[in-house]
């Protein structure tokens, strides 16, 4: 089993930065054989994608909404993975989950791949 633990939310203003944390645990989690990636549901909204980046290699996906703003970031030796928020707005504000899935490298975008998610943090951003 693999269990993804978020961390790092909070109430921030706009015009502000956040980091996530998210935690991979698990006797069967392997980063040779998973990657993650990060989403996010605003209230009344559908979940969306947010950033992916594999454990190796300087491959990225963003959001556009969040490109130039946003940057992921891994530690190996940590199985874990960080989200890097700057220059928040209203508009960012949700539950940030993040979830694992088994390595493909390429097209990270559908939730319905992701195996494993996390409990979601909540960030809320005032305006």
């Known amino acids: 089993q693999v269990q993804p633990v978020e961390s790092g939310g909070g109430l921030v203003q706009a015009g502000g930065s956040l980091r996530l944390s998210c935690a991979a645990t698990g006797r069967s989690f392997s980063n040779s054989r998973y990657e993650m990636g990060w989403f996010r549901q605003a209230p009344g909204k559908e979940r969306e994608f947010v950033a992916a980046?594999?454990?190796?290699?300087?491959?990225?996906d963003y959001a556009d909404s969040v490109k130039g703003r946003f940057t992921m970031t891994r530690d190996l030796a940590k199985n874990t993975v960080y989200l890097e928020m700057s220059k928040l707005q209203a508009e960012d504000t949700g539950v940030y989950s993040c979830a694992v899935r088994s390595i493909r490298l390429t097209n990270w975008r559908s939730a319905n791949d992701y195996l494993y998610w996390g409990q979601g943090t909540q960030v809320t951003v005032s305006s």
């Open positions: 980046i594999p454990w190796k290699g300087s491959m990225s």
